[in-house]
T-cell receptor, first 115, second 112 residues
Framework: NAGVMQNPRHLVRRRGQEARLRCSPMKGHSHVYWYRQLPEEGLKFMVYLQKENIIDESGMPKERFSAEFPKEGPSILRIQQVVRGDSAAYFC?????????????FGQGTRLTVV | LAKTTQPISMDSYEGQEVNITCSHNNIATNDYITWYQQFPSQGPRFIIQGYKTKVTNEVASLFIPADRKSSTLSLPRVSLSDTAVYYCLVGDVNTGFQKLVFGTGTRLLVSP
């Protein structure tokens, strides 16, 4: 049973380019969460999606960032016109359901470097 | 959301028991306490979750006093591979996993 798969593991972009981060949840999981982690800091929630729906995007910056989880295929976190401050590790997690004793499984993350 | 306070770092030696305490003075009635572990360059991994008293699994134990204003993660006989950051999360999991807030965690260093 493959875990949460994120790709690429490392991504380098020049300022102004677009970054696309992909997340394939665990088999059978329909809930996906994206987090950002700056060096030496904890994870910051960005967005929570179910298939074809954004449930909670309270942690997403208002501009340049978007996320989707289509009916088929992986969830995508898209960052347009990247800036140096976007450099961070981006983690995706998935869960089978919400509620008591929900356990979310994290991927290994995508490390974005903006040069 | 209940705010949590943990020590920034802890040091231990192989074979010792490590107890990491988390304070959550304004924990709500419906809140659960969840601990995650994160190794360098990896995503966090679920360790244990509890509501009150004591919970034990094959990895750790979680002690929660009656007032639930704090909790203690206990790692028995740590090894070098337990060196990681440990996060205490408090929240009502019934409202969604995304409501659980990751703080800065406790950085545990296990030495030989």
């Amino acid at each position: 049973n493959a875990g949460v798969m994120q790709n690429p593991r490392h991504l380098v972009r020049r300022r102004g380019q677009e970054a696309r981060l992909r997340c394939s949840p665990m088999k059978g999981h329909s809930h996906v969460y994206w987090y950002r982690q700056l060096p030496e800091e904890g994870l910051k929630f960005m967005v929570y999606l179910q298939k074809e729906n954004i449930i909670d995007e309270s942690g997403m910056p208002k501009e340049r960032f978007s996320a989707e989880f289509p009916k088929e295929g992986p969830s995508i976190l898209r960052i347009q016109q990247v800036v140096r401050g976007d450099s961070a590790a981006y983690f995706c997690a998935s869960s089978a359901l919400t509620g008591r004793n929900t356990e979310a499984f994290f991927g290994q993350g995508t490390r974005l470097t903006v040069v | 959301l209940a705010k949590t306070t943990q020590p920034i770092s802890m040091d231990s030696y192989e074979g010792q028991e490590v107890n990491i305490t988390c304070s959550h003075n304004n924990i709500a009635t419906n809140d659960y306490i969840t601990w995650y572990q994160q190794f360098p360059s990896q995503g966090p991994r679920f360790i244990i979750q509890g509501y009150k008293t004591k919970v034990t699994n094959e990895v750790a134990s979680l002690f929660i006093p009656a007032d639930r204003k704090s909790s203690t993660l206990s790692l028995p006989r740590v090894s070098l591979s337990d060196t990681a950051v440990y996060y205490c999360l408090v929240g009502d999991v019934n409202t969604g996993f995304q409501k659980l807030v990751f703080g800065t965690g406790t950085r545990l260093l296990v030495s030989p």
